[in-house]
């Protein structure tokens, strides 16, 4: 579980040290710019977190499950709105702390089956998967626990 106040400041500064396509062909690594998940425009930070409409989809459904009635939002808008709504350690920040962290780990480890192993997964099954491990990782603290017992585990 994630108490510090830092949480956000470390997930902004590990996205940015992320190997896009356009990082990469920056440097001069790759040619490839089309994102994996959509197909349709440019791998960038700010268009996989969440732009992208694979990844906004998932980042959507992640907000409902939560309660929270939103759209998606920049990156940078979502940093910002976490940063003003989600600090602390209430049960609430917690398990969107915890929703954020595995929507951006999923994403990326997305983004690399595609490219690596030629594998791809719904929507569903990444949503599931992410909704599944904050249970798992949540259970262990009853004040966690409390909040999840609110929250569908098969959305």
Same mark, same amino acid.
């Given at each position: 579980m994630v108490h510090q106040d830092g949480f956000l400041c470390l997930t902004w500064q590990l996205i940015g040290g992320l190997s896009t396509r356009e990082r990469l062909?920056?440097? $001069? =690594? @790759?040619? @490839? #710019?089309? *994102?994996? !998940? *959509? +197909? =349709?425009? +440019? &791998?960038?930070?700010d268009? #996989?977190?969440f732009s992208c =409409?694979?990844?906004? $989809?998932?980042? +959507?459904? #992640? #907000?409902?499950?939560?309660? !929270?009635?939103?759209?998606?939002m920049s990156w940078q808008h979502e940093m910002a709105w976490m940063e003003v709504n989600e600090r602390g350690r209430s049960a609430r920040a917690e398990v969107s702390r915890m929703a954020i962290a595995g929507c951006v780990y999923h994403i990326?480890? &997305? %983004? +690399? /089956?595609?490219?690596f192993q030629n594998k791809q997964r719904q929507e569903e099954q990444v949503i599931r998967q992410i909704i599944q491990e904050?249970? *798992? %990782?949540?259970? /262990?603290?009853? %004040? !966690?626990?409390?909040? !999840? &017992?609110?929250l569908n585990f098969y959305p």
């Open positions: 062909a920056s440097w $001069g =690594v @790759t040619d @490839t #710019l089309v *994102c994996p !998940l *959509c +197909n =349709v425009a +440019n &791998e960038t930070i268009h #996989l977190f =409409v694979y990844s906004s $989809g998932i980042w +959507n459904i #992640l #907000l409902q499950w939560q309660g !929270l009635t939103r759209k998606t990326w480890q &997305e %983004r +690399n /089956m595609r490219i904050i249970f *798992c %990782r949540g259970s /262990m603290w009853a %004040r !966690l626990a409390k909040k !999840l &017992e609110r």
